[in-house]
């Protein structure tokens, strides 16, 4: 069993920026960030492999980044630009096989993103 634990969610005004963190308990090939707001589909943010190759969601790649330090089984997601639309419940996820398909086999607890003036 893989635990992912989040942090450095919470309160940006527009235009601010936030780093999310996810510490997972061993190695695991795939790691990333789903969101979901209220009323709407969980979706996708980001994801990076073991080997580094990352994947951000079209809808935020202008703003938003992945990283990933496999000495410590840790990624980060920067957030920047930050809107009222990003707003949302963000998830650490991680999977041996991938994220975009069907349901990832771990996930963290989530870390509340609120963006507003």
């Known amino acids: 069993q893989v635990h992912l634990v989040e942090s450095g969610g919470g309160l940006a005004r527009p235009g601010e920026f936030l780093t999310l963190s996810c510490v997972a308990s061993?190695?695991?090939?795939?790691m990333g960030w789903f969101r979901q707001a209220p009323g709407k589909q969980r979706e996708l943010i980001a994801s990076i492999t073991r080997f580094l190759t990352g994947v951000v969601a079209p809808s935020v790649e202008d703003r938003f980044a992945i990283n990933r330090d496999n000495t410590e089984n840790s990624i980060l997601l920067q957030m920047n630009n930050l809107r009222p639309e990003d707003s949302a419940v963000y998830y650490c996820?991680?999977?041996?096989?991938?994220?975009?398909?069907?349901?990832?086999?771990?996930w963290g607890q989530g870390t509340l993103v609120t963006v507003s003036s």
């Open positions: 061993e190695k695991i090939e795939i």
């Open positions: 996820a991680a999977d041996e096989q991938t994220l975009s398909v069907g349901t990832p086999a771990y």
